[in-house]
């Protein structure tokens, strides 16, 4: 019976120590980053975001909602890092701010539901990409509803017009040529990190510009 317990022991001290190693890391960061270091954000940023997205996509089972939903927890994050008072650790904080988020986009989904609205962003099957906007998109588009759409299209170039050279050559990467988050690193040759806090500042931004529109 010792022989099985000690292992165990063993295992349990090696993560805690790993934990321990991490909060003192984060701790540094977030002094960095109160001292006007954004590099240190971005790397917090590295650290977090997979972890955040897993535990996101586990709870809305949608890819996209996932990572808008991490994309606006490290806004949230940026945003009060400054009061950031550490009576839990980061990394708690985080996940409670992403977590939230997650369930107010949750509740959101679950009353147009509710409503019997139909979400024709909403993939066909599990294994397909394929949305019912897609399939119906000829049959459900009237005049008023192609008037809607092209006055939404030139707001959003209008917005994208006033982001920052970097904002906008990211979000055109991203969403206008679908490259993938490595993709983008290797072309602008920046780090990941940078790349994802960078693409979170300018939907923040063009969210910003777009009033109260959902992105």
Known sequence: MGTLTKPKRQR???AMSIKVQEVALDK???ARFKAGDEAAFEEMVSRYWDRIYAMVLKLLRNSQDAEEVTQDAFIRAHRGLEKFRGDSSFSTWLYQIATNL???RYWYWW???RDKSISFDQAVGGDSNTTLGEIFKADVETPQDIAVTNEFQERVSAAMELLNGKHREVLVLRNVRNLSYDEIATELQIS???VKSRIARARKSLRDGLGNELL
């Open 111 to 113: 009353r147009r539901k």
């Open 12 to 14: 349990n001290e090696i």
């Open 192 to 194: 990941i990190g940078t």
């Open 102 to 104: 997650a369930r107010n």
């Open 28 to 30: 540094v960061l977030v």
